[in-house]
Structure formats: C-alpha cells, structure tokens
C-alpha cells in the first residue's frame, strides 16, 4: 500500500516568511509524529500527534513552530518567521497506535532552506 | 532519559565481506531498539526491531541484529555486504509507554565492490 507522503520535496524560501509543511500518513495509522533532521542536531523529535488527543508538542523548538491534524489524517508543520537555523530535512512518520511494540513508518521528507 | 550511540561515524567495508554497525544505548527500563536505513535523498527506512524475547532479531535486506542487555548494545550485521547497502544507518531506542524515538547521530556505510 501507500507510504507515508510529504509535500513539498523541497522548498526555499526567505529568512521571515512562514511555510507549511504538507504530511499524509499511512491510511489507517492513528499516530502521527514530526522529526527534524539537520547536520548539527542529529534526529530530533518535534511533535506528537494521537487520534483525537492533544497534541504532545514538548519537541518543538520555539513558537514559530506549530502543527495541526485535520480529521485524523492530514497535517501540516508551519513555520513562522523563518531563520537560517530552521533549514534542515523535516521528517514525518506514522504509526498504527503510537505506544507500545509498534513501528513509525517515514516520509520522505521536506528538505527546507532559509536563504 | 534515554539515548543512543553509534560510536563509528563511517564505516568501511568490502563487497561480500561482514558487515557491522555498532549501537549502545541507555534507558530507565526496557528498550525498544530499531535500526533505520536513510539513502540519499530519501526518507528512514525500517529494517528491524527488538521488543521482546529472542535476542536475535532478523529484518529485511539480510540484516539482523543482537540485543545484549548485559552490554546495552544492539548491533547490526550483515554477513555478506554489497555495495547497494551503501547507505546512512540510524539506531534508535524508545521506552514502554512512550512514543518518541531517540536516535544516534548515524553511521555511513561505504561497501567498495
């Protein structure tokens, strides 16, 4: 079946504008999480979505960063007033239930630089 | 809190040779340890995991894994390399009745033909 999807692959933008990062996760997965990958900081964990619960968003590196998920499914990671630090490969994955024994399947990612 | 690391930032092997990527990890409790491949450009891809029982655990592509709690370690290994396994390997760990993952900082394999 479908994978994980991320849109866009790529987006350039410039220091103070907001993006949105786009994720549809596997159909059926109740869990959804946001991963950020850059050079210097490694993998890092983001924010936390489970069914209709609130959000877990202890990941999130400042309040520009924000996320939602609409209906259970989509969810889109925006950026507000970027910075030359927020350039790195946004990850999302899901999963089938968010605790316990199962596997977070990834996107491919949005690659993101702030010029 | 819990953590991993993958003590070879590179790693360099052989076609048809062993192939080993090291992982130690340090938790409160019982881990939950998996092993991703990222290629270029592309997202993590899942190759196995350790929840429970045998501490051997075989994934997808030829790899397995062997879990030792005595030396918190979780290995990688493959017993024949090619070189389409040239890639960036991540371990990652997560404890019961959480949902993130932690990872290492990544390992890149180079498998020379």
């Known amino acids: 079946g479908a994978g994980v999807s991320q849109s866009p692959s790529n987006k350039v933008t410039e220091k103070g504008k907001d993006v949105e990062l786009r994720c549809d996760p596997i159909s059926g997965h109740t869990a959804l999480y946001w991963y950020r990958q850059s050079l210097g900081q490694g993998l890092e964990f983001l924010i936390y979505?489970?069914?209709?619960?609130?959000?877990?968003k202890s990941g999130l590196p400042s309040d520009r960063f924000s996320a939602e998920r609409t209906g259970g499914s989509v969810s889109t990671l925006t950026i507000q007033r970027t910075q030359q630090e927020d350039s790195a490969v946004y990850l999302c994955?899901?999963?089938?239930?968010?605790?316990?024994?199962?596997?977070?399947?990834f996107g491919p990612g949005t690659r993101l630089t702030v010029l | 809190a819990q953590s991993v690391a993958q003590p070879e930032d590179q790693v360099n092997v052989a076609e048809g040779n062993p192939l080993t990527v090291k992982c130690t990890y340090s938790?409160?409790?019982?881990?939950?340890l998996f092993w991703y491949v990222q290629y270029p450009n592309r997202g993590l891809q899942f190759l196995l995991k350790?929840?429970?029982?045998?501490?051997l655990v075989k994934g997808s592509y030829g790899f397995e894994a062997e879990f030792n709690k005595s030396q918190t370690s979780f290995h990688l290994k493959k017993p024949s390399a090619l070189v389409s396994d040239s890639a960036l390997y991540f371990c990652?760990?997560?404890?019961?009745?959480?949902?993130?993952?932690?990872f290492g900082a990544g390992t890149t394999v180079t498998v020379r033909a």
């Open positions: 350790y929840i429970t029982g045998d501490n």
């Open positions: 994955a899901s999963s089938s239930a968010g605790t316990g024994t199962d596997t977070q399947y």
């Open positions: 938790v409160s409790g019982n881990p939950y």
């Open positions: 990652a760990v997560r404890v019961p009745n959480d949902y993130k993952l932690s």
């Open positions: 979505f489970q069914g209709n619960s609130a959000p877990d």
